[in-house]
């Protein structure tokens, strides 16, 4: 930022509150364009929604249910076994994870958390959860085959997909095998140092009233984010995988939008982020309402700091506070 460069930077912007600020603080006295990659925006699933909040067609929203379908082994790769597992190394689950789904919150309704709590533990992915018979890792044990959580059937497919090449760099059937008898993505899911919540869910209160429920949960078959709008006259049933938003407008027919799907990551908001940030780097003239900025971006991201202290300190956090103190 002090070279003037624009900048395409990663979420989280950095992993805790402090760093965050002093960030944001950097990036308003050097005034350059970062956009950080909240990508869902860009995709053209959460851009129709917007877009049909924005003409008010289900009314004045009144209330949210977005729920974070993590998936059973995206959990167990990468909070379990893998990089996020505890907090001792990483940012917790709902700042790394989440700051997606508070951002679209965010950037959906156009209003700001006034007031949260959030409630959160790790339940299930713990040693006395273990089944009978079970062995430290999977290759040694005599029950895999009845796991869903089993290394085996996550990464010695023989497929090639997101997951494995994270576990080594050899991807040959024996450089995966070594890594899964050796590594920490072998090690069974009741036996790990983890201490990541497998479940969290967060009630918030925005500004004009807008009560949301938030939940994440590891217990999903499927990788997926599913949300309910409800408004004065109507609501909205809006579902990602299946790229369907159902409008119920109260006494009338419903309707079923289908959003075209794309070959690009998370949606087509891969290839989205990039179209905008090579438009700022051309100093084309950029209108659009999705650029997700740096300082956009801290609100979700406050949010996220908010919710955890919540989870961690058993109480309800004001976030209007919060902001005056910062």
């Not at 949960?217 to 909205?236: H, L, M, V």
Request: contains cysteine; hydrophobic residues 35%; charged residues 30%.
């Amino acid at each position: 930022m002090e070279k003037g460069y624009k900048i395409l930077l990663e979420k989280p912007i950095t992993p805790n509150l402090e760093d965050t600020l002093e960030v944001l603080a950097h990036n308003q006295k050097h005034d350059v364009e970062v956009l950080v990659c909240h990508v869902l925006r860009y995709t053209n699933f959460f851009k129709k929604l917007k877009e049909l909040l924005a003409d008010q067609v289900i009314g004045k929203i009144q209330f949210i249910d977005h729920i974070e379908n993590v998936g059973y082994y995206h959990f167990a790769h990468s909070f379990v076994r893998g990089n996020w597992r505890t907090t001792k190394e990483a940012a917790p689950i709902i700042l790394q994870k989440t700051c997606h789904d508070f951002d679209l919150i965010y950037w959906l309704t156009g209003k700001r958390a006034s007031e949260l709590s959030s409630r959160g533990k790790l339940s299930y992915f713990r040693s006395e959860n273990a089944p009978d018979n079970s062995a430290a890792r999977c290759l040694e044990c005599r029950i895999e085959a009845d796991c869903p959580y089993s290394a085996k059937k996550i990464y010695l497919t023989g497929e090639s997909r997101m997951p494995l090449s994270v576990v080594s760099d050899d991807l040959s059937a024996a450089g995966l095998y070594q890594a899964i008898k050796e590594g920490p993505y072998g090690r069974c899911v009741y036996h790990s140092d983890n201490n990541v919540p497998d479940t969290q869910t967060v009630q918030l209160t925005l500004e004009d009233g807008i009560e949301v429920n938030f939940a994440l949960t590891a217990f999903s078959d499927e990788i997926n984010r599913t949300i309910k709008i409800f408004g004065s006259r109507g609501e909205i049933r809006a579902d990602f995988v299946e790229k369907t938003i159902e409008i119920r407008k109260f006494d009338q027919e419903k309707e079923k939008i289908k959003i075209q799907n794309s070959s690009s990551g998370h949606g087509g908001g891969d290839a989205g982020i990039m179209r905008d940030f090579i438009s700022l780097l051309k100093a084309e003239e950029n209108n659009s309402e999705t650029l997700s900025t740096l300082k956009d971006s801290v609100e979700s991201h406050l949010m996220a700091f908010a919710a955890e202290k919540s989870r961690l300190e058993n109480r309800s956090v004001d976030l209007k506070e919060m902001r005056e103190k910062l």
